[in-house]
């Protein structure tokens, strides 16, 4: 079992940047698919970014492709998610998701067993 805890939201201008990250419990980090979701207010839960738990293969969203960067660092059991040039769309609670190796699906939310509470991330114009 894998715990999440992220950090790092809060308000930016459009334009601006952000980081979050992600730290998880546990010694076999390395064994998981993490990624990034968020769900706007009145919206269903969306894809941002993945990364495999082999090969650290990246999976972006399209909503996010050239902007958004996704990255792990298994020694530290942190994953991260580098935010540039946001948008006022990009305006949600992010959420970090982990699910052992890479399932089939893997961009969708109902395949990952373990999530952490959200951070909010305002992007204001």
């Known amino acids: 079992q894998v715990q999440l805890v992220e950090s790092g939201g809060g308000l930016v201008q459009a334009g601006g940047s952000l980081r979050l990250s992600c730290t998880a419990s546990?010694?076999?980090?390395?064994?998981?698919?993490v990624g990034w979701f968020r769900q706007a207010p009145g919206k269903e839960r969306e894809f941002v970014a993945a990364v495999s738990w082999i090969g650290d293969r990246t999976y972006y969203g399209d909503s996010v492709k050239g902007r958004f960067t996704c990255s792990r660092d298994n020694a530290k059991n942190t994953l991260y998610l580098q935010m540039n040039s946001l948008k006022l769309e990009d305006t949600a609670v992010y959420y970090c998701?982990?699910?052992?190796?890479?399932?089939?699906?893997?961009?969708?939310?109902?395949?990952?067993?373990?999530w952490g509470q959200g951070t909010q991330v305002t992007v204001s114009s």
């Open positions: 546990g010694r076999t980090f390395s064994r998981y698919t």
């Open positions: 998701a982990a699910v052992e190796r890479t399932p089939v699906g893997f961009t969708s939310a109902a395949a990952y067993a373990y």
